[in-house]
């Protein structure tokens, strides 16, 4: 039997006044993280906002661990911790108060785990949300998410205006998460290191449309620069799968985002270089396609 | 009721504990003002009813303006609830709030009329008609505030419900057949005061209708 998709959304759209998120489909199966990947503007939050229910699409169809949203995001969110980096608790309680609040909400809030959260973020549940610095106040909010055991996590920006060492203790509790299998995470963000270092799938969204969706190996895999050296005036041939060719003299870079060894044998002699690209690279360099294909 | 429901209830008498309190005692404390005599009467009433009106909008603007400002609702809509469950359960909530200093600076009021041998019981319909007006204006208040992010519209529904007690007492003193028996020695529970009453009940009911109709059926929720 197959396992319920913890995300499915299936040509999704919204409109806004000067802003459309366009034919949007995405899945994220138990047990991933799926990091949604995008410059800002590109409607990572729309589309997070429509994952929670609070935006209501004029088009197509979004589903959350089963449910049909946004008419039952009340029952979906029993099993979501939703976590964004403009989300603020309430200033004038302490963590204690909102660590009972919650806990008394969900059956699942694993008491154990909340102090072993509170310990590892170096936090106090009698200190009050108002005394909190932005890492701080960050931490406990998905110090509230993490504890009531979600079997999806929707993070957006959770690591924005995090200090290394914080983003360092935030990303590994996901990792952490992700032992048991059936919990997942979308984890939205511009920081593509964060985003490789925890992600095993990543979209790449940029102004309201999806550019590509894989496997982050598959990403690291397929794509790669390649350095030519040729004689002034030589002109490369067009080759399917390059996206890109930068010439300087003699040089020519090509960007790939389909590499085989079949290309390099076809290349030749005059290849001096072949780099493998790392995830911002590979973002860039995508979207950057994306909007000369589309013409923007 | 469900769980949840009680529960955000709950938070909203922790979160506003110390307005409800402190309103509960600054309008006692102009009663306790207008016991002493003629002179201090006029003080203490108007102590006791600039705090209802100020304990109202306070509630609403720091409960539900603030909140969405300061972007507590974000974390309140990450729970188990939709958007128009939030907005059916502030308004419950916000009135449960509201009701407690009201009910006991109403009943407070009317108290301090049947005791004090000075004051007339012809004032308790006068009385009642304007503790329930101010029920039907936080009420308006309330809803607005569950309407509109807009803070000038706030503002302006703040200006108009505060200035709209003034000409509540204004036009209600002038109507002969209240005005007539406010110095009687027995409350006159006539006509003119059971119109009065069912206007502001309708009121009431109209304006703690549309959040249910309009608010909570909005299809985003920003």
């Given at each position: 039997m197959t396992q319920t998709k913890h995300i499915e959304m299936r040509n999704v759209r919204k409109s806004f006044r000067f802003f459309t998120l366009e034919d949007l489909s995405l899945d994220l199966e138990p047990g991933q993280i799926m990091g949604l990947v995008g410059p800002n503007g590109a409607g990572k939050s729309t589309a997070i906002r429509l994952m929670t229910g609070l935006l209501t699409p004029d088009g197509g169809e979004v589903r959350v661990l089963g449910h049909t949203m946004p008419d039952n995001q009340a029952v979906a969110k029993r099993d979501i911790g939703f976590v964004s980096d403009d989300m603020r608790l309430f200033?004038?309680?302490?963590l204690g108060w909102h660590m009972q609040f919650v806990a008394s909400i969900y059956p699942g809030w694993d008491a154990k785990y909340a102090q072993a959260l509170i310990k590892r973020f170096n936090?106090?549940?009698?200190?009050?949300?108002?005394?909190?610095s932005s890492g701080e106040h960050v931490k406990a909010v998905l110090l509230l998410a993490l504890a009531r055991r979600p079997r999806l996590l929707i993070l957006d920006e959770p690591t924005s205006g995090m200090d290394p060492v914080a983003r360092h203790e935030v990303l590994s509790e996901f990792m952490d998460v992700l032992q048991d299998e059936d919990r997942s995470i979308l984890f939205s963000s511009h920081n593509t290191v964060d985003v490789e270092r925890v992600s095993d799938r990543i979209t790449f969204i940029d102004r309201g449309r999806l550019v590509d969706s894989s496997d982050k190996e598959d990403f690291l895999e397929r794509w790669r620069r390649i350095q030519l050296q040729v004689p002034v005036g030589t002109r490369v041939p067009d080759l399917p799968h390059v996206i890109s060719r930068v010439v300087d003299g003699q040089f020519v870079t090509l960007t790939t985002n389909r590499f085989s060894p079949e290309l390099i044998s076809f290349l030749?002699?005059?290849?001096r270089e072949v780099q493998r690209m790392n995830l911002e690279e590979i973002f860039v360099a995508n979207v950057m396609h994306h909007r000369e294909v589309r013409g923007q | 009721m469900n769980m949840l429901t009680r529960k955000l209830i709950a938070k909203e008498f922790y979160l506003n504990r110390w307005l409800i309190i402190g309103a509960t005692g600054a309008g006692l404390a102009g009663l306790v003002i207008a016991a002493e005599g003629r002179m201090r009467f006029n003080i203490g009433m108007l102590i006791w009813l600039t705090t209802i009106i100020a304990f109202g909008v306070t509630l609403a603007m720091l409960s539900i303006a603030s909140e969405r400002k300061d972007r507590a609702l974000q974390f309140v809509l990450s729970l188990p609830i939709s958007p128009g469950d939030y907005i059916r359960t502030k308004l419950l909530a916000l009135m449960f709030c509201f009701l407690v200093p009201w009910i006991v600076l109403t009943v407070g009021a009317m108290a301090l009329i049947l005791i004090q041998p000075n004051l007339p019981d012809g004032l308790l319909p006068y009385a009642l008609l304007l503790c329930v007006f101010m029920l039907a204006n936080f009420s308006l208040v309330l809803s607005g505030a569950l309407h509109t992010s807009s803070e000038g519209l706030m503002t302006l529904l703040i200006i108009v419900t505060n200035t709209a007690v003034t000409l509540f007492i204004f036009l209600i003193g002038s109507i002969p057949a209240l005005h007539d028996h406010l110095g009687d020695a027995q409350p006159v529970w006539n006509s003119a005061v059971w119109t009065v009453l069912a206007v502001e009940l309708a009121t009431l009911v109209l304006t703690l209708s549309l959040p249910y109709l309009v608010a909570a059926r909005r299809r985003d929720f920003n």
């Open positions: 200033a004038h309680a302490t936090l106090r549940p009698e200190q009050s949300v108002r005394s909190l030749g002699s005059g290849v | -």
